[in-house]
T-cell receptor, first 112, second 113 residues
Framework: DTAVSQTPKYLVTQMGNDKSIKCEQN?????MYWYKQDSKKFLKIMFS???????INETVPNRFSPKSPDKAHLNLHINSLELGDSAVYFC???????????FGNGTRLTVT | DAKTTQPPSMDCAEGRAANLPCNHS???????VYWYRQIHSQGPQYIIH???NNETNEMASLIITEDRKSSTLILPHATLRDTAVYYC??????????????FGKGTKLSVIP
């Protein structure tokens, strides 16, 4: 009965590869987000989508491309992976502006 | 950058109340105070939020000073499962999907048996 689920939980890959992280929410929320937590444990927003439309795109390299096929899904595709991309990536959703965010349990990406 | 200041760590005895302070002296009139926590290896979990008045829910109470420059999260009876990093965040409402949470370093709360 998971509310926000991400796959995979762990992802180990080599520099230069392309990978995707999937996120699905079954809460019927309109807005979905991607956050990145770096090695210093800072959580920073990367993107937000509202009803499949991109709302926030923080200073993120264009190697990162979110894709929202429908309101319940927001996938993150990363091209040409770099060592600095190693982090934990969290997907989240919320019903509307200002309402609490529900986070997934994260995907730990390790680039070697 | 986070607009809040929190102590880096706190200890609390199991069964006692945990009082976590947060300073947000530059808070604007339209900004809310949110509290989230992150238990090890999990995603952040929403706890409570408020604007001016004190708030209480099944998890915690939020006390906001009259000048709104600081607040305290109270966990009335801390358990070992409350050991986590607690984040105090201020953010305005600014349009559908565009409000965002800026997480600082938070306070690592350790509940001790």
């Amino acid at each position: 009965d998971t509310a926000v689920s991400q796959t995979p939980k762990y992802l180990v890959t080599q520099m230069g590869n392309d990978k995707s992280i999937k996120c699905e929410q079954n809460l019927g929320h309109d807005t979905m987000y991607w956050y990145k937590q770096d090695s210093k444990k800072f959580l920073k927003i990367m993107f937000s989508y509202n009803n499949k439309e991109l709302i926030i795109n923080e200073t993120v390299p264009n190697r990162f491309s979110p894709k929202s096929p429908d309101k319940a899904h927001l996938n993150l595709h990363i091209n040409s992976l770099e060592l600095g991309d190693s982090a934990v990536y969290f997907c989240a959703s919320s019903q509307a502006e200002g309402t609490p965010l529900h986070f997934g349990n994260g995907t730990r990406l390790t680039v070697t | 950058d986070a607009k809040t200041t929190q102590p880096p760590s706190m200890d609390c005895a199991e069964g006692r109340a945990a009082n976590l302070p947060c300073n947000h002296s530059t808070i604007s009139g339209n900004e809310y105070v949110y509290w989230y926590r992150q238990i090890h290896s999990q995603g952040p979990q929403y706890i409570i939020h408020g604007l001016k008045n004190n708030e209480t829910n099944e998890m915690a109470s939020l006390i906001i000073t009259e000048d709104r420059k600081s607040s305290t999260l109270i966990l009335p009876h801390a358990t070992l499962r409350d050991t986590a990093v607690y984040y105090c965040i201020v953010t305005p409402y600014s349009g559908a999907g565009s409000y965002q949470l800026t997480f600082g370093k938070g306070t690592k709360l350790s509940v001790i048996p």
